[in-house]
C-alpha cells in the first residue's frame, strides 16, 4: 500500500472520530467488541444504549455484506462501559488495508483497553463440528505474506512501535479465562482452542487451499480479524478472539457440500445465546481483574 494511503486514515483523523464520538456518546468505553458476520446479536446485550449509523460518523467506513448492520453500539455491561461494532469492514469489500482498521485506532484514542473480536469461520480442523467455538489462540495472516498489512507505510510513533511482536497476540490469561467461563457455563464439549487462517475471499476456499491450510497448521479459516488484532497489538491493546465454526471447509474431492454465505448466518443465528453469555461472562470478569490489578498497583 503507498504511504499516502495510510496517511489518509492516519492520527489526526482517527484522533477527531474518536473526539466526536466521545462527545456524542454516553460512556467512555473500556471494553471494545467486533461483531462478524451473524453474529451482532453481542451488541444487544448492552444497556442503556446509544447508537450510531457509519454513515453519520466523521471518516468512518460503511459495511456493505449481508449480516453486517453497519452500527456502532456505545451501553454497559454489567456496569462495563463497551463500544460495540455491530458489521467489520474487509478487504474485498475493496477498502484499503488501513481504512478497514481504522476503527481499533479510534477504539484505541476513545480509551478502550480490551478487544473482543468475533468472526463467523470454517472449520479445517477434522474434529471441529458446525457450531463449534473456537477460541483463537494464534494465526496465520496470508495475505500478509504478500505485503498486505495494516502497518505498511510511514509508522506513528504515537499508535505503536514500527515493529510490533506478534507472538503474543492473544491474550494469554483472557484465552484461559474463556476456557474457565465455558467451563463453568457447561460448554466445555464446543469450546475449542486453535489457529485462524486469514485470507483475502469474497470466494470460498478451494479444496486444494483448504487441504494446504490445513497442513499448514490452521484450524479454522475467514476473511476478516487479524488485520484487526494486527493493529490493535500495535495500540498495544490486550486482544481476545474467537470464531465460530460456521461451516465444515469441503477437504474431499467426492463431497457434494459447497459453502454459503446463509449457512454461515444460520449457524451464527443457532449458537448466537451461547455466544452472548460467553463474551458477557468474560466481560464481567475482565472489569474484575482489571479492578484487582489497580488495586494492587495502590499498595
Known amino acids: 500500500m503507498l504511504p499516502e494511503a495510510s496517511c489518509k486514515y ?46 453519520d460518523i ?28 455491530k458489521g467489520r469492514f474487509h478487504l474485498y469489500e475493496g477498502y484499503p488495508i488501513e481504512k478497514i482498521t481504522m476503527p481499533i485506532r479510534v477504539f484505541k ?19 471441529y463440528k458446525v457450531g463449534d467455538i473456537m477460541i483463537i489462540k494464534d494465526h496465520i495472516n496470508l495475505p500478509g505474506f504478500a505485503g498486505r498489512n495494516p502497518l505498511c507505510g510511514p509508522n506513528d510513533e504515537r499508535f505503536g512501535t514500527r515493529f510490533p511482536c506478534m ?18 457455563l457447561g460448554y466445555s464439549h464446543f469450546l475449542r482452542e486453535g489457529v485462524y487462517c486469514v485470507l483475502g475471499g469474497p470466494s470460498f476456499e478451494t479444496i486444494a487451499e483448504c487441504r494446504m491450510l490445513n497442513r499448514l497448521g490452521a484450524d479454522a479459516v475467514g476473511m476478516s480479524t487479524v488485520h484487526e488484532v494486527i493493529v490493535a497489538r500495535h495500540c498495544g491493546m490486550r486482544v481476545f478472539a474467537l ?21 454461515v448466518l444460520q449457524t451464527g443465528e443457532h449458537r ?9 461472562t468474560i466481560v464481567t470478569s475482565v472489569d474484575q481483574h482489571r479492578r484487582g490489578e489497580s488495586t494492587k498497583s495502590q499498595h
Open 58 to 85: 466523521p471518516n468512518f467506513p460503511q459495511s456493505t455484506v449481508c449480516g453486517h448492520a453497519g452500527r456502532l453500539v456505545f451501553g454497559t455491561l454489567k456496569g462495563q462501559p463497551c463500544v460495540c461494532m
Open 243 to 263: 470464531s465460530l465454526i460456521s461451516n465444515q471447509a469441503v477437504m474431499d474431492y467426492s463431497s457434494e457440500d459447497k459453502a454459503n454465505h446463509e449457512e
Open 272 to 280: 448466537s445465546q451461547q455466544l452472548v453469555k460467553l463474551v458477557s
Open 109 to 127: 484514542l476513545m480509551g478502550v483497553e480490551t478487544v473482543i473480536l468475533t468472526n463467523a469461520a470454517g472449520g479445517l480442523n477434522q474434529d
Open 167 to 184: 507472538s503474543d497476540a492473544y491474550d494469554r490469561k483472557l484465552r484461559q479465562l474463556a476456557l474457565d467461563v465455558g467451563q463453568e
Open 10 to 55: 492516519g492520527y489526526e483523523e482517527c484522533k477527531a472520530t474518536a473526539d466526536w464520538l466521545l462527545d456524542h456518546a454516553p460512556v467512555q468505553p473500556l471494553v471494545g467488541i467486533v461483531c462478524g458476520s451473524g453474529l451482532g446479536g453481542l451488541a444487544d446485550m448492552l444497556k442503556d444504549q446509544k447508537v450510531f449509523s457509519y454513515s
